[in-house]
């Protein structure tokens, strides 16, 4: 446990509307990172931060933006919420060199 | 092509049995990881290696650099090693800022029957 907490673990909304999904980390953890979860496609990463207000692009970042004003949370907002979008979200830190990597719970969305 | 393939993507076997799950990848990596996630659950990283095998309880990992392929092998499997089994590596190139960022693999279900 590293400490990472994501919330809300739960979430339903509607198309169109904006999310902002918020992960929490208490160990001063440098590097953060967002990701999906898909039947079919494993874990694709959306963002990830090497700094406060660093912030970098992944794979499938489309429709998806993030901040880190704190070294603590990472925010992930999907800015007006598509039905493709419906997903299981994990955040993560790393440590180490290789890195080992660490998830919170996740967090399911569904958008109708 | 997937730059991590995992095979086989699912799996069914009795109580005892001996579990073997592949991982092949194509990219120069300085370490690979092999996570485990339960049903409804949140994702665990059992190994990190690099080199040789790791041993923890009734679970190994071994790894062949220079064929690129690692191996996670479960000896006398139980119904709670039910899980998804996930494949990743830390390519050896490193992204902006320093990060590594993993590459994972679709992942291999494993089901076990008492």
């Known amino acids: 446990d590293a400490g990472i907490t994501q919330s809300p673990r739960h979430k339903v909304t509607e198309t169109g509307t904006p999310v902002t999904l918020r992960c929490h980390q208490t160990?001063?953890?440098?590097?953060m990172y967002w990701y999906r979860q898909d039947p079919g496609h494993g874990l694709r990463l959306i963002h990830y931060?090497?700094?406060?207000?660093?912030?970098d692009k992944g794979e499938v970042s489309d429709g998806y933006s993030v901040s880190r004003s704190k070294t603590e949370d990472f925010l992930l907002t999907l800015e007006s919420a598509t039905s493709s979008q419906t997903s299981v979200y994990f955040c993560?830190?790393?440590?180490?060199?290789?890195?080992?990597?660490?998830f919170g719970p996740g967090t399911r969305l569904l958008v109708l | 092509k997937n730059e991590v393939e995992q095979s086989p993507q699912n799996l069914t076997a009795q109580e005892g049995e001996f579990i073997t799950i592949n991982c092949s990848y194509s990219v120069g990596i300085s370490a690979l990881h092999w996570l485990q996630q339960h049903p409804g659950g949140g994702i665990v990283s059992l190994f990190m290696?690099?080199?040789g095998k790791k041993k923890h309880g009734r679970l190994i990992a071994t790894i062949n650099i220079q064929e690129k392929h690692s191996s996670l092998h479960i000896t006398a499997s139980h119904p709670r090693d039910s899980a998804v089994y996930i494949c990743a590596v830390s390519p050896s190139v490193v992204t902006q800022g320093g990060s590594e960022k993993l590459v994972f693999g679709k992942g291999t279900k494993l089901t076990v029957n008492p």
């Open positions: 160990e001063n953890h440098r590097y």
């Open positions: 290696l690099s080199s």
């Open positions: 931060s090497y700094g406060v207000k660093d912030t």
């Open positions: 993560a830190i790393s440590e180490g060199s290789p890195v080992t990597q660490y």
